[in-house]
């Protein structure tokens, strides 16, 4: 089965840099996805990483290293907005679209 | 482009008994997801079709849940009868492919059981 790590809670002020962690165990790996959740709200698609490295999309990054089945999350000048709960998620052969628990990002002023 | 519908946004019904949702996915959009996501918790997988076939509802609790995706458009979750541990927000999704690299969300279903 799928099995994936990220902390549960994280915490930094306005303008500050963050990074949320992943790790992952599947059979079938074919790419790590990021998706944001607000409050009530639907998760919504942030990044994906099929292959080993860095994709930059606006304020946030996204890493993966398939060796170390290993990515994480970057968020640079943080905003206020960017309160919610992030989640790692797997696609694999079998099962596709497995998600973490979630990292609820708090940022304080 | 419209998004991921569902229907109702909330349904609050007594245990043992039967409650349905609806879920219209994204036009061209292949690939329909169900998920279950708890308080706290991250969306769990509950089945996920091609077009009109099933092929994964490996983690579907087939006792009391079924669900069809009639012409590989619409589709419809069921519970029957409902428990209190049923409780929890019902999501669906959908994706343009198979291999998805993203997959589209709709405000999900908040079930309250009591």
């Known amino acids: 089965g799928q099995s994936l790590e990220q902390p549960s809670e994280v915490t930094a002020v306005e303008g500050a840099i963050v990074q949320i962690n992943c790790t992952y165990q599947?059979?079938?790996?074919?790419?790590l996805s990021w998706y944001q959740q607000h409050d009530g709200g639907a998760p919504t698609f942030l990044s994906y990483?099929?292959?080993?490295g860095l994709e930059e999309t606006g304020r946030f990054s996204s890493f993966l290293s398939r060796s170390d089945s290993y990515g994480y999350l970057l968020l640079q000048e943080l905003q206020m907005k960017d309160s919610a709960s992030y989640f790692c998620?797997?696609?694999?052969?079998?099962?596709?679209?497995?998600f973490g628990k979630g990292t609820m990002l708090l940022v304080s002023p | 482009e419209a998004g991921v519908v569902q229907s109702p946004r909330y349904k609050i019904i007594e245990k043992k008994q039967p409650v349905a949702f609806w879920c219209n996915p994204i036009?061209?959009?292949?690939?329909l997801y169900w998920y279950r996501q708890n308080l706290g918790q991250g969306p769990e997988l509950l089945i996920r079709y091609e077009n009109e076939e099933a092929v994964d509802d490996s983690q579907l609790p087939k006792d009391r849940f079924s669900a069809e995706r009639l012409k590989g458009v619409d589709s419809t979750l069921k519970i029957q009868p409902a428990e209190l541990g049923d409780s929890a927000v019902y999501l669906c999704?959908?994706?343009?492919?198979?291999?998805?690299?993203?997959?589209?969300f709709g405000q999900g279903t908040r079930l309250t059981v009591v």
């Open positions: 999704a959908s994706s343009p492919e198979t291999m998805n690299t993203e997959a589209f």
């Open positions: 036009s061209g959009h292949n690939t």
């Open positions: 998620a797997v696609s694999s052969g079998y099962s596709t679209l497995t």
């Open positions: 990483n099929a292959l080993d």
């Open positions: 599947t059979s079938g790996f074919y790419g």
